[in-house]
Nanobody, 120 residues
Framework: QVHVVESGGGLVQAGGSLRLSCAAS????????WGWYRQAPGKQRELVAG???????NYADSVKGRFTISRDNAKNTMYLQMNSLKPEDTAVYYC??????????????WGQGTQVTVSS
């Protein structure tokens, strides 16, 4: 079994910064792809940023130039550095991971979410 846990959310003023972390643990053979998603009240969950094994990244247009996704393969941990935060970034942020376990079975896992609130 694999567990994915986010941390680092909180309340910040507009223009401020936060760093989210996502740690995966358990029967992990390889972490294939990580992603950060967010869901604001009354809206659908959307992709914020993704990173694959080779290090290639992709970002939602709304966060390009402000957010940076990275990963530490040795620690099975992913990060989202969020700068120049705006009130519209307020949402629950979820970590998502595509994992191949030690039985060589690939599955997709979600974290429980962490609240990010940006005040104006």
């Amino acid at each position: 079994q694999v567990h994915v846990v986010e941390s680092g959310g909180g309340l910040v003023q507009a223009g401020g910064s936060l760093r989210l972390s996502c740690a995966a643990s358990g029967s992990i053979f390889r972490l294939n792809r990580w992603g950060w998603y967010r869901q604001a009240p009354g809206k659908q969950r959307e992709l914020v940023a993704g990173i694959i094994t080779g290090g290639n990244t992709n970002y939602a247009d709304s966060v390009k130039g402000r957010f940076t996704i990275s990963r530490d393969n040795a620690k099975n941990t992913m990060y989202l550095q969020m700068n120049s935060l705006k009130p519209e970034d307020t949402a629950v942020y979820y970590c998502n991971a595509d994992v191949t376990d030690n039985s060589l079975i690939s599955s997709n896992y979600w974290g429980q979410g962490t609240q990010v609130t940006v005040s104006s």
